[in-house]
């Protein structure tokens, strides 16, 4: 098993009477990436601001990389790369520019920002002012500055959130290359296609709490209902039927649809983690 690169053990953290985290325990194992899923004031943003070392959790513990984060911070620091929603770049600077003003920051020498402009597709753009990129380029260059300082662990925030797919497959690439590096990555997002693509196993996160943890397979199969969706044609006109295939009678039902006349399609489809998340909290992840 791969060595853990985050621990989190019963920590919680108030704003005033309202608790945006509620005593939560969780780990990340090197190479793996973990989708960290929720609505929005769910928690997780407040989770990566504790992971991060913005704050220090009320109550609980946070280990990284073996380090304690509220007594280690600044050794933390230089071994993590985070990407948030907002972007904080320098705006009237180059892309090159920029990577080589927070490369100093991180004390790297002889800095060539080349190959990492190359990975997120902007290399042609190198030496155009921030101001003139759209936003999925600004993302884009959001994830190289993360990149920097080869870190063991990602902390990425809505990486793709409102992105061209161009700018969103580009993210999702470096995504996969950097867990096979072997890089623990805590992703957020509230695209679930995205989260069952790109996860090992999936968090989800609701009134401050984890509701379920696992890997996206095992919680469409434990609280997902599996189906079969078949379209027939009956007196020139198409219908739809959905047929439960954990029912008792799925047999006869499969059975007597698809000897039927006018069969038209037949599909299997599986539990989707949206699915999933509305059937454990109540709610879908955009409310």
């Not at 007594?71 to 948030?84: L, M, N």
């Not at 997902?224 to 379209?231: A, D, I, M, T």
């Not at 009678?249 to 599986?270: F, N, S």
């Amino acid at each position: 098993m791969s060595e853990e690169a985050i621990r989190v053990d019963g920590v919680s953290y108030a704003y005033g009477d309202v608790k945006a985290v509620d005593d939560i325990s969780f780990s990340v194992a090197q190479g793996e990436v973990l989708g960290f899923l929720g609505p929005n004031g769910a928690g997780k943003s407040t989770t990566i601001k504790l992971l991060t070392g913005q704050m220090r959790p009320q109550t609980g513990d946070i280990a990284i990389l073996g380090m304690n984060v509220a007594k280690e911070r600044d050794a933390i620091q230089g071994r993590i790369g985070v990407c948030f929603e907002e972007k904080n770049l320098y705006l009237n600077l180059s892309a090159k520019e920029n990577l080589h003003f927070f490369a100093r920051l991180f004390g790297i020498r002889d800095f060539d920002p080349t190959p990492l402009l190359q990975r997120v597709g902007l290399a042609d753009r190198a030496d155009d002012r921030v101001k003139g990129y759209s936003k999925g380029m600004q993302q884009r260059l959001m994830v190289a500055r993360c990149l920097l300082n080869n870190p063991d662990i990602l902390f990425l925030d809505e990486p793709t959130d409102g992105l061209d797919p161009v700018s969103s497959q580009a993210i999702r690439r470096v995504i996969e290359e950097e867990a096979e590096r072997g890089a623990a990555i805590l992703l957020t997002t509230h695209d679930m296609d995205e989260a069952d693509k790109l996860s090992d196993r999936v968090a989800f996160i609701n009134d401050g709490t984890i509701a379920a943890l696992d890997t996206p397979e095992n919680l469409k199969l434990a609280h997902g209902q599996r189906s079969v969706r078949v379209r027939t044609r009956e007196n020139g006109e198409i219908r739809e039927q959905v047929v439960p295939l954990d029912a008792s009678d799925t047999g006869d039902q499969l059975k007597a649809v698809v000897g039927a006349e006018g069969l038209l399609t037949i599909h299997t489809e599986e539990a989707t983690l949206e699915a999933v998340f509305i059937t454990l909290t109540g709610r879908g992840l955009q409310e």
